[in-house]
């Protein structure tokens, strides 16, 4: 069983919800990537998904791209992304990391030494946005062959075919998108997300995180009602840009903490969204 598995399988036995952070490579700059990683841990995350910067991030809403951009002009690279991921697995041995991005950095690797990369890396799970399961055949085959999840997408927009394809060609877990719309937008509909999510899950058989939204720990307490785990971005970019410098660690940890004794407290399970 993957480390993917391992983890949603704990959880679920001691009916807890996944805790699963959005971290942006090399944003606010390299050197903090490691540190901010280690202090998502600190504030109770279960996985890691880690961005890889892109130039040009269809899903991403500004405060991810004024992240990636920032990241970029540092050098950012998948590369140096892969690094990354090498050196905290070398600390860490528990916590998956995901990575999440898009399709041009990895046809620039090549599928095949991509997914070597990320399995000698410690990449647990990658979720390339524009690599839809009916285009992707070859790199979800080289991804299964080197023992790494890959994630797909699903949205309220998503047809039963669609939940279909995703359920046949993903691992690991199964993102959900909350609302029509990118990272970090309002307008969340939570009913929509509580009609969608128990009938993906039991089409697929695998875990369901619900993403895009996500601000506090209100909401997160309302989404874990449903889903399997709750993925927080936009806001965790944004505690980083608030942050005075040496203080973005611990500001990081502290607000994790919040959303993660929300997602804990006894009634999450039984609640009505």
Same mark, same amino acid.
């Given at each position: 069983?993957?480390?993917?598995?391992?983890?949603?399988?704990?959880?679920?036995?001691?009916?807890?919800?996944?805790?699963?952070?959005?971290?942006?490579?090399? /944003?606010?700059?390299?050197?903090?990537?490691?540190?901010?990683?280690?202090?998502? !841990?600190?504030?109770?995350?279960?996985?890691?998904?880690?961005? #890889?910067?892109?130039?040009?991030?269809?899903?991403?809403?500004?405060?991810?791209?004024?992240?990636?951009?920032?990241?970029?002009?540092?050098?950012?690279?998948?590369?140096?992304?892969?690094?990354?991921?090498?050196? /905290?697995?070398?600390?860490?041995?528990?916590?998956? @990391? !995901?990575?999440?991005?898009?399709?041009?950095? #990895?046809?620039?690797?090549?599928?095949?030494?991509?997914?070597? $990369?990320?399995?000698?890396?410690? @990449?647990?799970?990658?979720?390339?946005?524009?690599?839809?399961?009916?285009?992707?055949?070859?790199?979800?085959?080289?991804?299964?062959?080197?023992?790494?999840?890959?994630?797909?997408?699903? $949205?309220?927009?998503?047809?039963?075919?669609? !939940?279909?394809? !995703?359920?046949?060609?993903?691992?690991?877990?199964?993102?959900?998108?909350?609302?029509?719309?990118?990272? &970090?937008?309002?307008?969340?509909?939570?009913?929509? +997300?509580?009609?969608? +999510?128990?009938?993906?899950? $039991?089409?697929?058989?695998?875990?369901?995180? #619900?993403?895009? &939204?996500?601000?506090?720990?209100?909401?997160?307490?309302?989404?874990? @009602?449903?889903?399997? &785990?709750? #993925?927080?971005?936009?806001?965790?970019?944004?505690?980083?840009?608030?942050?005075?410098?040496?203080?973005?660690?611990?500001?990081?940890?502290? /607000?994790?903490?919040?959303?993660?004794?929300?997602?804990?407290?006894?009634? +999450?399970?039984?609640?009505?969204?």
């Amino acid at each position: 069983m993957s480390r993917l598995g391992e983890t949603f399988g704990q959880l679920a036995a001691r009916d807890r919800k996944a805790l699963i952070p959005f971290l942006t490579a090399g /944003f606010p700059e390299p050197a903090l990537t490691l540190p901010l990683m280690r202090a998502l !841990v600190a504030g109770g995350a279960d996985i890691i998904e880690l961005g #890889v910067p892109f130039s040009d991030p269809m899903a991403d809403g500004p405060t991810v791209q004024r992240a990636s951009e920032r990241a970029l002009r540092q050098g950012m690279s998948l590369r140096r992304t892969l690094t990354l991921v090498r050196e /905290f697995r070398a600390e860490d041995a528990r916590t998956p @990391v !995901v990575l999440m991005g898009y399709a041009n950095p #990895v046809e620039a690797m090549g599928t095949g030494a991509f997914a070597a $990369a990320a399995r000698e890396a410690g @990449v647990d799970g990658v979720l390339v946005v524009d690599y839809p399961p009916e285009e992707c055949a070859g790199f979800t085959g080289a991804l299964k062959a080197a023992g790494v999840d890959q994630i797909f997408l699903l $949205a309220p927009t998503s047809t039963e075919a669609r !939940v279909g394809q !995703v359920a046949a060609a993903g691992s690991g877990y199964i993102y959900y998108v909350s609302l029509k719309g990118v990272t &970090g937008a309002g307008h969340l509909d939570l009913d929509e +997300v509580a009609r969608r +999510v128990p009938a993906i899950r $039991a089409r697929a058989g695998l875990p369901v995180a #619900v993403g895009f &939204g996500i601000r506090d720990a209100a909401s997160a307490r309302r989404i874990a @009602v449903v889903a399997d &785990g709750v #993925v927080i971005g936009s806001r965790v970019i944004e505690e980083i840009e608030a942050s005075p410098p040496g203080q973005a660690a611990a500001n990081v940890t502290a /607000f994790l903490r919040g959303i993660r004794a929300a997602l804990d407290e006894p009634a +999450v399970a039984k609640e009505a969204p």
